[in-house]
């Protein structure tokens, strides 16, 4: 109980007499390295204002971001308006900065003016290849369908993404796939793709020599940079909004890029990279804190078994009286073991996501998603442990004049313990690995740096989540053999002669 506990404050916060000492503001950011700096550079400015900052990384795309705004899961995130305009209010016909902002008011959202940069989509390809083929316009690529097109998850599905680019250009192309952004770009690099969806401010575009093809036909929309912010935060932190407002027009597309560059290129981390930024412009100081490795994966350790072993409990606790009733009366079991089943087939990012309307972003609907993905093998086990016990066992312990409960404690329970202790070392095994997922809407743990390696191309930082990750479930499946020796009654434990 002192372990859960302890991981639960590390897992959200400092203790509530901490916490009250400032108010708290909850800042989000895309999973895109421009994103978490701007995240970044609104937290040390809020710190600044007398608040304490929480900046939730990466939490995923604009609908995501979106939503957790509006309904309060988070304060502020930086965004673009060509993003609002076309993504967020999709087919109103709402553009330009005074337009957009009226409309976002409806919702209970400010937005700031520009920030000094537009950071447009656009479509880039290597240079040689581009050269060969003599593409420099999207309308160039027409004439090649042989092409292997490689886009961002995102831009895959986006009112202004790939659809309408496909039916504004008429491009012919079959082989395309939506992936991660950053792997993107290695795609073009290692020639698995030849053409992918860029951001104008990416340090990629000058480090993989691509070029950048002109959007002759005007597809795209202006991404004005912008902060999205709860128009509550104006009552409860004035102080802050006034600091947020000091960036308007501070960021020129050349501080972006440069900023963009450092962390992405050589490696600095965005929390520095983005004092420094504010140390530059406004004569700013704000500390940065730089942990150790072994601080940091203590750190994501005790966060990793806070959202295991809350989940592993409370998946326990209802997962075993589940198997006995499927059990008991059999009229139920098919019902019971279905449900459970349909719940394991859904994937675990989905079942994720699913959670956040209802619950928010951090650990709790991580938690209950772990909870959720764990249920099968227990309750699965159980049911099969108790249903295997030989029909003479049964008739003893009737014979005996035992109660069912008593039958039920002495007699079944252990004689299928060796059954639900497999089932619960499953489910615990998964809940370690399915838990690194748990990073993409907040919850911390060994995935943060998973994610944080993959977006940076950080080979380094995506084995100190992998490896410990691994580690741990060879940990949790030690203790369980261990466990073995304890609950399952020791006649169950002999094997028999060869």
């Known amino acids: 109980m002192t372990l859960l506990f302890f991981s639960g404050v590390v897992a959200n916060g400092a203790p509530s007499a901490v916490r009250a000492a400032s108010p708290e503001v909850i800042i989000g950011s895309k999973t895109f390295t421009e994103s978490v700096i701007l995240g970044d550079v609104a937290a040390h400015l809020v710190q600044t204002a007398g608040a304490r900052p929480v900046h939730r ?16 899961h988070i304060d502020l995130y930086p965004e673009y308006t060509g993003t609002i305009s076309a993504e967020i209010l999709p087919r109103k016909g709402i553009y330009g900065e005074d337009a957009i902002g009226r409309t976002l008011a409806g919702y209970g959202i400010r937005m700031t003016a520009s920030l000094g940069f537009n950071n447009s989509y656009a479509l880039g390809m290597k240079k040689a290849t581009a050269k060969k083929l003599d593409i420099s ?30 039916s504004r250009y008429g491009l012919p192309q079959k082989h395309v796939s939506g992936m991660d952004h950053d792997l993107a ?21 000058d480090y993989y ?8 036909l005007h597809y795209f929309p202006v991404y004005t940079a912008v902060l999205l912010y709860r128009a ?31 962390v992405k290129i050589k490696k600095v981390p965005e929390a520095k990279v983005a004092a420094d930024f504010l140390a530059e412009q406004f004569s700013l100081k704000s500390a940065v804190a730089q942990e150790t490795m072994t601080e940091r994966v203590w750190r994501l350790t005790l966060e990793h078994l806070y959202l295991v072993s ?48 209802l619950l928010g972003i951090g650990g709790p609907p ?30 003893s312990a009737e014979a005996l004049g035992l109660p069912p409960g008593a039958r039920l404690r002495l007699v079944k329970l252990p004689m299928a313990s060796r059954a639900i202790l497999a089932g619960i070392k499953t489910s615990a095994i998964i809940n370690v690995g399915t838990a ?56 169950l434990r002999l094997k028999p002669f060869d």
């Open 57 to 72: 990384r990466a939490l995923g795309g604009t609908r995501l971001l979106w939503s957790a705004l509006v309904k309060g």
């Open 137 to 166: 316009r999207i309308s160039d690529l027409r004439s090649h369908p042989e092409l292997i097109f490689a886009f961002s998850n995102e831009f895959m599905d986006r009112e202004d993404g790939w659809p309408g680019l496909r």
């Open 185 to 205: 770009y290695r795609g073009l690099e290692d020639g698995s793709a030849h053409v992918t969806d860029l951001y104008t401010t990416d340090a990629e575009i």
């Open 209 to 216: 020599g691509l070029r950048t093809l002109e959007d002759d």
């Open 232 to 262: 509550d935060l104006e009552e409860r932190s004035p102080d802050v909004v006034a600091a947020l407002m000091r960036l308007e027009g501070r960021i020129s597309e050349a501080d972006m890029r440069k900023m963009n560059d450092l």
């Open 310 to 357: 809350t989940s592993l409990l409370a998946v326990i606790l209802i997962s075993l009286p589940l198997g006995v009733i499927a059990e008991k009366k059999s009229g139920s079991a098919q019902a019971i073991l279905s449900v459970v089943g349909i719940i394991q087939t859904i994937p675990s990012l989905a079942l994720l996501v699913f959670m956040i309307p």
């Open 366 to 395: 991580a938690i209950v998603a772990l909870f959720l993905y764990s249920l099968l093998p227990i309750v699965r086990n159980t049911h099969t442990g108790l249903r295997d016990i030989p029909p003479p066992v049964r008739e």
């Open 436 to 491: 690194t997922l748990g990073a993409l809407i907040g919850a911390g743990g060994y995935g943060q740096p998973i994610l944080t390696g993959i977006r940076l191309d950080d080979v380094g930082l995506i084995l100190q989540g992998a490896i410990p990750a691994a580690l741990l479930a060879l940990l949790v499946q030690g203790v369980f053999e261990l466990a073995e020796l304890v609950v399952v009654p020791r006649g």
